[in-house]
């Protein structure tokens, strides 16, 4: 078996040094070869209150210096088993949100020809929809695993969801019920574990491909101070993180990160939080082994 | 039944824009024909530590812009039932706090003739005193509902507390319980529903007239770092919206949320806690419906 | 002569206290009867780089509360003479920049037929295009007093532009020099007062009806941190205040204050200086009294 | 029985006044007559991602103006039963870590020699190095209580650990667990009282000397953002609480809280977070009453 | 001639290590036996706007750190023939700004019955008042060199004010002129040495006692953004270089630099010209002599 | 002519997303064929007071994204005429200062083994030291440019030297000025334009291969706060740019801006003024035309 793509290490050159890259891994212009890529999407014009999520991906990239290849909680080593790489940034146009739209699902329509699964650094939470549809080009119908504080949810899917925040009126949440999906709001699940939940999701999905969408507004703004549209009474991180853990077994052919907006959390923590949940879900891809 | 004020939508104008008021409500100058009132009291000359409180008002209308009307967690829908409006602020003496005191007991005297409850954003602690005199004198003896780091309670009261913190001498707390105070330490309730201590509470208070103080301190700093005497080890969001969701079906006669600093939280994330308090606030109040 | 509006009085109610208005002036919903009216526009959809000026009309009225109604620098007492308020924001629409050109430029059509002289608070340097169309519906071809640290002129007009910052090609200025401009890059004027400048604009352009745009970013970030496209080497503030108030005995019809991007400069001192400079352009309306 | 130091009391002094030293105790020279020292290492030489622990010291001295000599939730009056004071910060080699370890182990070798048992605020965690030799110098072979987000455990020693974190292979912790260490991952304790932890330990090590190292980014960054090697998924502050206060009881002879780094937390709150974790150190001190 | 205090070095103890004192002097608790003495007054009660200056002495300490004995710039050697010390805070109450004043007076009076110069650290501008009280009654009628963004001049005194900010009305600058103050607004002297000003200041008030009171805020925001209610257009800090050393020569009694407010400035490069000025301050002091 | 590297076009890739590197030049491994090239020196601990400057080359280079090609106020067009890219970073060692010294040398003797003139992103002024020994091992003795507020020159250079800031003696600038140094305090020159300095450097200097050494830190705080020692009363950016624009002429081997400390400007508009003096040094360089 070839030597697969590994971070640069830090005795080669310090984490705070050298280009950043996601996790440091090598920077690669096609998917070709690859098994999984990350891929940044550097838009937020479809942000409704704090906008600075342009600024995501770079900012994720530059805290993933931090991340190791081995999940010690875990023990998934995704980088002895599949190729990664960075493959940059998709070159939206910045002034018109519907042209970004097509040029996105274009740039993942080639991305998934080459067998490659996509794990997005947002951006805001708009990209997912032109994603979904490259993705559902080539798998057909998919489930979403949708963790978000606001229930804007897209089009013909099933699947679960987790919100919660002020609303409009009390059938806000219907919609996406008759949608067929299982909307779990984040106060039924404080104090606890979401261990439970994750095993009716993966009873519930089986193998039906499925794509995970994961906006950090979900988790509680004292943990991700940096982001557009937060809601007080989120995730705690224990919960995103069995969140995640938990879809390891689904048959996942995308995922996605968004919402970091980096004017909000000078600090870089809530980009470092995404960094980490980014790894996270590389870390339950299928094929990935654990040790 | 007349139609009541309702938040400026955000497709009448994006959230962003427009002038602050609170919840976006119409701002008035008279209490007349109101069921409750959002009232700023910009007062921190009784602070001990980090001042800042003074711009608390300002801050917390500012992020009050994200409200919606409708109580996703509660089902709760208070605009549909209350007339509500913003009144303003009480326009303290900003240099010599004896001066605020009747200053503000006059002004909620007003407000209180025409029957309408005062929600007030805050503003430092000491404004709690001022305001119970208008309120009990209006009402009679009073229970309070208090949730601080401190035990700086006041007068001829009993009720309920929730407090924690290094002190001077064993019997810091014993004072309030003289006076007919329950006292429960925030590290008695750690990792636990207050769910059963709000029932308890409800048995105990039955239809006795109440307020309830809410001092955002109260919540640890992870969640509330813009105030003037944070304490660790305080409350979550969870426990802190489960207090106020408890008091529903309480006899209550006002409420208010304080010592929110900006100055320390330059998110603007513990002004948006605020704001979502005293929203959780409105939605007990005797006679909003639950749909 | 009947009272004018006066900004609310700290002794009525103290600065940091009250619904944050422009100036603490009235807030009204008609242009009918005044001079000159304060208008935000909270559009950053149009900013290449670091967005956040939809936040600036909020925090320039929030940071106008220290603002006085007499200028001591200038002698000019233009509150005296002139009957002015806040007109609130132009509800624009958050996700299509083509969208929101017409109803700015509607918005402004109503409040110029009114014979009131809009001065705006930005909102990013997209909004002078819509309003000048509406300036020059009503008032003919119009000569253009322009500061920015960029070249980005627009459209059939001529008059006199401040710019610096690198560039793509040696002829970036060529193009608006074509159009009539004259073009004072911001090195050529460093160390010197811009009297002798203005001098020079105001023989230019004698009693043309001229338009002020004001990009804050023609000030140097070192005095106006919160801005969306920084450029090194700008003006002082001094500068800036020598080039509005060297533009008294224009014809001025109007004039905007541009780029103020609140989350790029927490103390708020760059909106606070955006309040100033707006005063400033008041206070060189024609009309305004001299004391 | 002598009266001991205690804080400079806020009515002598307000509390944001007054030169800064640990809980407002006397600054001493030598450790003569001491049952406990404060002491600063402000070294952050080791650090290998976010420098800046050289300032935790002085800031950890800024914010411990806010303690009380009592412990309201254990009931602990250590003030009352032990000499206090501060001895300042250790002169080190800010160039040479080499040069330093040598510096620490002087300093401490002397105040042990003084029957004094040193707390120390740190500093980077390479501080606890030097100073367990002078521990172990004085009490014989150690036990170590100690909690990071890392492995980073130093010689031969055994004890309890608290760790999370990504790592480099499976066998990341295995190290540690063969020099006798009881490892305990984060994700293990989750939503869970640490208390029944802290008894096996307080079983385990019965009255073996032991030290209490304590690195704040053991935290999560949700409550102590202000660190150098930030770590999602960590304790939160009533498990840290737990963890300190469960080891009254234990032969302590040393005890640091290290990793403060303030340019990464300007509201001050991570150093407040450490002060009181500091208080609880010295709370849980052999000859400390409970009252 | 005994050698004089000295501030601990570099060498000695890192910059960023050991108690923060002013210049990293001793500590001291009498004035007996010192030529000139730092003293900080922790008081903010008298600000109108943005509070925080209680901090201001703390901060100022800490940065000051960076302090050498030796002025660069105009070769003055203070501490080689001063006695200088820090006294610490003034225990000013809190609360109430009408008892502050005594307490402060007395304070004062103590210090200069010892023939010692006070140089203060404020604290707002209130400050000034109780300590010209002490200063009259030890050496009579005071000049006072005033510098200040707003006009704030206090009862009976003659001397020289700079100034500028928007006003009420036209005879704001009026009454300090009639108590026979000189005042230069701060627009006369843009671009210009302040040399010349300051030659004629001390030719007009030879060796007449005086005092120097400079608030902070009359430097341009730029380089003082911690302050309470900062002004545009102010002094560049070469003109505050220029305004305090061409104080030499005077016949100073005491001295103050005040409104230094930490919460606005997190960098603390505004504390750290406090301290600079008020070094400066030391260094025109009579008797220190010029290498 | 063969097409030079350009920066990636803001059209093919929004200034805000992409892979960071230097102005958005291509990341090459090996300094062949190319005229200059930027280099990342990672290294801080060398810094006296506050750390960060590690972080220095990563913010810079995220910044820089706003730099177009061409120099609007010059004329200078390097990337016409130069073959430039970005190498990177040093692979410095983050614990031993000594042992990173060689590495750097090393680094710097292959890039100058290419013809390539370097262009360094600092990191902490230490580095200069082994690149000067790189630079002088080619092209023997050296002059040396050099701004700073301190007066940290090393070794047997001469040249021409900005400084300031409190000294320990009157003779701190005397040991550089025995070297052959000519110092200009930066005092003298307030108020003034730098182009008659830098005359009189070009004349002293003729075709003597020089260094210029930038240290942000000789530009005043107000506009570069994010540094490790700032001084009062420093350069203005005016100043700064004449500095740099004047060396053009000189026999440049090689520049560098050092001491940019990120966490010190959460703003990045240090890191950007830093991005453009090292464009400004491009600039300069021999062979670049001017349009």
């Known amino acids: 078996m070839p030597v697969k793509n590994q971070p640069l290490s830090g005795n080669t050159m310090p984490r705070f040094g050298g280009i950043a890259s996601m996790m440091r891994l090598p920077v690669v212009s096609s998917a070709q070869g690859l098994n999984a890529a ?8 479809g942000t409704s209150h704090r906008p600075g999520a342009r600024f995501g991906p770079r900012q994720i990239r530059a805290e993933s210096c931090l991340l190791r290849p081995y ?5 998934a080593a995704p980088l002895d088993a599949l190729q990664v790489a960075d493959l940059g940034d998709v070159p939206i146009n910045t002034y018109t949100l519907a042209k970004s739209l097509p040029i996105i699902t274009d740039f993942y329509a080639q991305v998934l020809a ?3 699964i996509p794990l997005t650094l947002g951006g805001d939470h708009t ?6 549809r490259a993705v559902a ?3 057909g119908p998919l489930a979403l695993v949708h963790v978000d504080a606001h229930a804007d949810v897209n089009e013909d899917m099933f699947g679960e969801s987790i919100a919660r925040g002020t609303g409009y009126a009390a059938d806000d949440f219907d919609w996406p019920r008759q949608q067929g999906f299982t909307v779990v709001p984040a106060h039924e699940v404080w104090y606890q574990s979401l261990a439970p939940l994750m095993e009716r999701v993966r009873r519930h999905l089986g193998d039906t491909p499925c794509y995970l969408s994961f906006d950090i507004d979900g988790i509680d703004p004292a943990y991700a101070a940096g982001t557009g549209t937060p809601e007080i009474g989120g995730l ?4 995103a993180l069995e969140n995640v853990r938990g879809c390891r077994g689904l048959n996942i052919g995308g995922a996605d ?3 970091v907006s980096p004017p909000y959390d000078p600090s870089g923590n809530t980009a470092l939080l995404g960094a980490n949940l980014l790894f996270e879900m590389l870390c339950i891809l299928p094929g990935v082994p654990i040790r």
């Open 38 to 45: 990350f891929i940044g999407v550097p838009l937020d014009t």
């Open 71 to 75: 999940n010690m909680a875990t023990g």
């Open 257 to 259: 990160l968004v919402e």
């Open 127 to 132: 990209i997912t929809l032109p994603i979904l």
């Open 114 to 116: 080459s067998d490659c």
């Open 236 to 239: 705690t991180v224990p919960q």
């Open 137 to 139: 080009a080539r798998h």
